[in-house]
């Protein structure tokens, strides 16, 4: 599959909100179109607004990290988008399309930080788990098939191994490549590598790009690193917190092609400077 081309372009505007400002405009409607967001949780002891005004724009094919402390809404937003929770005021728009019939069209996969596979199911079972739940007819037509999705994350040979006997980086590859199952048009990511030792985590997100690249599915990716946001991304959306809002979305100006040696570079390091400063004055 090819790398879909023309990012929208995201510009953070006045009053730490951010808009869509296309410079090249992308084919269609943007992957992801937040327009003033808003959630609140009201409980019996306390209303959290964990969403206040929340607005950006993702182009199709792009790659977004939202960065952020803990408890500012990263989980929650990307719920609004994956129609797990209606926001309070605001819209959510999907390829052009609510987030619940976006959800019908199976344009969401979801990666969760815990893989979450069925241990008494084998590697490959356990991508294929979505064709028998939730009334899947099929693959659709060209999809890569669960075997091709479990060599695309680097797992050709492990398909008849159980959970409890690959790593823990494996098993999230099971997870992604599961996402990937139908050929979702944007990934949602909740701080997938959180649990891993850093030798792991490196290697995945070296992947996560290839499979990026390769796939040219749009990817919304959460993380409380700055270092994984910006290897990661095209741009990094920065929330604060209480109430969750933006910070500051940064255009993460690098080489499409990235390894890792990259971080060492003088614009890496000037770039994490921004992020983290931009964290900084959001707490
Ligand atoms: N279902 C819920 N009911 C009530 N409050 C909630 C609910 N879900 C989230 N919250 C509150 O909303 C705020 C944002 O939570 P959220 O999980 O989105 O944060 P987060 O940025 O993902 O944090 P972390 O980095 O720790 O995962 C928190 O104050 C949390 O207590
Ligand atoms: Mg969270």
Redesign the pocket.
Known sequence: MALATGHAAAAATGAGRAVAGAVAPAAGPAAVDCRNVT?R?V?DRRT?T?LENVSFAVGQGGFLSLL??????????L?VVADL?APTGGSMSVFGMTPEQARAKRSLGFVFQDAALLPWRTALQNVELPLEVGGTKGLPKGAPTPKELLALVGLAGWENSFPHELSGGMRQRVSIARALLGGPRLLLM??PFGALDEITRDRLNEELRRIWAETGTTILF?T?SVYEAMFLGEQVLV?A?NP?RVADLVDIDLPKDRDLKIRETEAFVRIASRLRDSLGRGS
């Open positions: 959630v949780f409980t959290v964990a952020g402390p803990s408890g500012c809404g990263k989980s929650t937003l719920r929770i909740d701080e959460v409380h929330l917190a969750g």
